[in-house]
T-cell receptor, first 112, second 114 residues
Framework: DQQVKQNSPSLSVQEGRISILNCDYT??????FLWYKKYPAEGPTFLIS?????DKNEDGRFTVFLNKSAKHLSLHIVPSQPGDSAVYFC???????????FGQGTELSVKP | NAGVTQTPKFRILKIGQSMTLQCTQD?????MYWYRQDPGMGLKLIYY???????DKGEVPNGYNVSRSTTEDFPLRLELAAPSQTSVYFC?????????????FGAGTRLSVL
């Protein structure tokens, strides 16, 4: 039972354009959501997060949007840069503990 | 600033062999975690610990054991390696659990069981 889903395994975007990565979840008990970025041969690194009481959080070129009624969140990267090419994981935290539930990941390729 | 350190980076095991994946963190974090990542899949939690002497099972604990004798170290033990345990293993730590739980990851151990 996949509680956090990223339905697009890959995404290709031109440099300077917007990248939009999507994530859907099924468990209404999730109250904190995170995006992690992973380069090859490295561990995931924290990128940005959002609490369920908010619908938007922005950090520089990265913005995360949360639509609770649709159980959907998205990560926007504007403008996209070649260095953003990586695998992006969406993760959710249930309010009863510290565990994170990860999606399958989306591989973003930003072409010069 | 070391963060979370995992050793070894790569390992090949024969079926039935055993090994310990090492993980240490220098951030004085209370919580530590072990994940595995299979190709095309997200990270799945194997075991976690909320402090020294306390461990609990995650989503996929079968075939693994853990111990937490110190705050810094959280080794993962494979007793009888099987091909299904071929994966990339990540150790992570966080200051606390609950909401706003930001986990910091090591670089991973790539394990092949042949």
């Amino acid at each position: 039972d996949q509680q956090v889903k990223q339905n697009s395994p890959s995404l290709s975007v031109q440099e300077g354009r917007i990248s939009i990565l999507n994530c859907d979840y099924t468990n209404s008990m999730f109250d904190y959501f995170l995006w992690y970025k992973k380069y090859p041969a490295e561990g995931p690194t924290f990128l940005i997060s959002i609490s369920s009481i908010k619908d938007k959080n922005e950090d520089g070129r990265f913005t995360v949007f949360l639509n609770k009624s649709a159980k959907h969140l998205s990560l926007h990267i504007v403008p996209s840069q070649p260095g953003d090419s990586a695998v992006y994981f969406c993760a959710a935290s249930p309010n009863q503990g510290g565990k994170l539930i990860f999606g399958q990941g989306t591989e973003l390729s930003v072409k010069p | 600033n070391a963060g979370v350190t995992q050793t070894p980076k790569f390992r090949i095991l024969k079926i039935g062999q055993s090994m310990t994946l090492q993980c240490t963190q220098d951030m004085n974090h209370n919580y530590m975690y072990w994940y595995r990542q299979d190709p095309g899949m997200g990270l799945k939690l194997i075991y976690y610990s909320v402090g020294a002497g306390i461990t609990d099972k995650g989503e996929v604990p079968n075939g693994y054991n853990v111990s937490r004798s110190t705050t810094e170290d959280f080794p993962l033990r494979l007793e009888l390696a099987a091909p299904s345990q071929t994966s990339v293993y990540f150790c992570a730590s966080s200051l606390r659990g609950g909401t706003k739980n930001i986990q910091y990851f090591g670089a991973g151990t790539r394990l092949s069981v042949l």
